[in-house]
T-cell receptor, first 115, second 109 residues
Framework: DTGVSQNPRHKITKRGQNVTFRCDPI?????LYWYRQTLGQGPEFLTY????????KSRLLSDRFSAERPKGSFSTLEIQRTEQGDSAMYLC?????????????FGEGSRLTVL | RKEVEQDPGPFNVPEGATVAFNCTYS??????FFWYRQDCRKEPKLLMS???SGNEDGRFTAQLNRASQYISLLIRDSKLSDSATYLC??????????FGGGTRLMVKP
């Protein structure tokens, strides 16, 4: 499978714990995006990497959230001291080039449930 | 105000019907718009781009009205397999794709 891969697919954690999600983009894609989606809503932009550089962060990304893409390949999204409001689907997407074509390739997402 | 707004629906239509969705956008400088489709519990996938002159792809027609800042998607001869959530997408001031909340379509036999 050469699509975007995310893991874990599901994570249940207790409030206050830290969680980390991993995204493996399509191999030749230099751009990687993290979005968050809650039930009945569209995806909300969190952050964006071009190669290893994090070029854009949404104000939704509080200081409890950190994302990395150390070698310009896979990326991790860590949430520290999770809160119930963090429960959502975390979607990773990749693309080759900018948004002109509009085509982001999404992974199947990592669903987080904070108890 | 959200940058891209859509009627959440659901739109319940019989097979074979024609259905249209609209969405409005706030960033008048945005040049690019798209429709994505998201099946239940699946990831979003690009359905089609929206060009200024309007564009058609089989049973699907997308149109852009810059003066009124809205985008439309028309689906003709609806199929059961068209049942999904349709996400209207624009490009925000930060040059990132920004998604509307989605319009849910249910096509019934």
């Amino acid at each position: 499978d050469t699509g975007v891969s995310q893991n874990p697919r599901h994570k249940i954690t207790k409030r206050g714990q830290n969680v980390t999600f991993r995204c493996d983009p399509i191999s030749e894609h230099n751009r990687l995006y993290w979005y968050r989606q809650t039930l009945g809503q569209g995806p909300e932009f969190l952050t964006y990497f071009q190669n290893e550089a994090q070029l854009e962060k949404s104000r939704l990304l509080s200081d409890r959230f950190s994302a990395e893409r150390p070698k310009g390949s896979f990326s991790t999204l860590e949430i520290q001291r999770t809160e119930q409001g963090d429960s959502a689907m975390y979607l990773c997407a990749s693309s080759l080039g900018g948004v002109t074509t509009g085509e982001l390739f999404f992974g199947e997402g990592s669903r987080l449930t904070v108890l | 105000r959200k940058e891209v707004e859509q009627d959440p629906g659901p739109f319940n239509v019989p097979e074979g019907a024609t259905v249209a969705f609209n969405c409005t956008y706030s960033n008048s400088a945005s040049q690019s718009f798209f429709w994505y489709r998201q099946d239940c519990r699946k990831e979003p996938k690009l359905l089609m781009s929206v060009y200024s002159s309007g564009n058609e792809d089989g049973r699907f027609t997308a149109q852009l009205n810059r003066a009124s800042q809205y985008i439309s998607l028309l689906i003709r001869d609806s199929k059961l397999s068209d049942s999904a959530t349709y996400l209207c997408v624009g490009v925000n001031a930060g040059n990132m794709l920004t998604f509307g909340g989605g319009t849910r379509l249910m096509v019934k036999p």
